[in-house]
């Protein structure tokens, strides 16, 4: 099988790098299909979905679901948050997810620990994008829309969600460079060069692998 994970920083275009290699691979996208996925086998929303993947729970959340296993007449008091699934249980869907999506290939995946899941993979090219803070931060503003005021700050917050979501569910430094095969600064290639490379090297790699 032919597998590319990419993970990226916020505010690196990351996704939109997938998106250009899995059109020009011809392989299937897993990005927001992943929510989607996980959000029809565990009867929530995408939205609902979204909101809480790679990220841990917060401690008002964590409160809420112990109230909910020890004290089932607090979970009125502690509403829809104590009725969904836990973190351990959405990583787990979105394993089964990707491992699916896996064996029927060639295949793009998006973050999720992807890249941790199919560390012991041969067939998988594991692609890490980052960019200087300043232009993770520009790239927030200008194309996903976070106020030029909170944006900084969101840039941070949600890099650092993602380094420790990896590092509870996989054990592993999300930014450690031993987990990828190919760290790309999309602000000094740029979003489409970023892609040709990727697509380059995944070509090289696995032969042009068709669906």
């Given at each position: ?52 993947e790679e990220r841990l729970p917060s401690l008002v959340e964590r409160m809420a679901s ?146």
């Open positions: 099988m032919a597998i590319v994970t990419i993970s990226r920083q916020y505010g690196s275009g990351g996704s939109e790098v997938a998106e250009h290699v899995a059109r020009t691979l011809g392989w299937t996208l897993y990005d927001n299909a992943v929510v989607e996925e996980v959000a029809q086998r565990l009867r929530m929303t995408p939205a609902e979905v979204s909101a809480r112990a109230m909910a296993l020890g004290v089932p007449e607090m979970m009125p008091m502690v509403g829809d948050i104590a009725t969904q699934p836990s973190e351990e249980r959405m990583v787990m869907m979105s394993r089964r997810v990707i491992e699916d999506a896996v064996r029927a290939g060639p295949v793009v995946l998006v973050g999720r620990g992807a890249q941790c899941m199919l560390a012991s993979r041969t067939d998988a090219l594991h692609v890490f994008c980052y960019a200087p803070v300043e232009e993770l931060v520009r790239y927030a503003v200008h194309v996903l829309g976070v106020p030029f005021a909170d944006a900084a700050r969101t840039v941070a917050d949600m890099n650092r969600q993602r380094e420790e979501y990896v590092k509870h569910h996989f054990k592993r430094d999300w930014r450690d460079l031993g987990n990828y095969d190919l760290c790309v600064n999309t602000a000094r290639l740029g979003l489409e060069g970023s892609a040709e490379l990727v697509t380059r090297v995944a070509g090289e790699r696995f032969g042009g692998a068709k669906r």
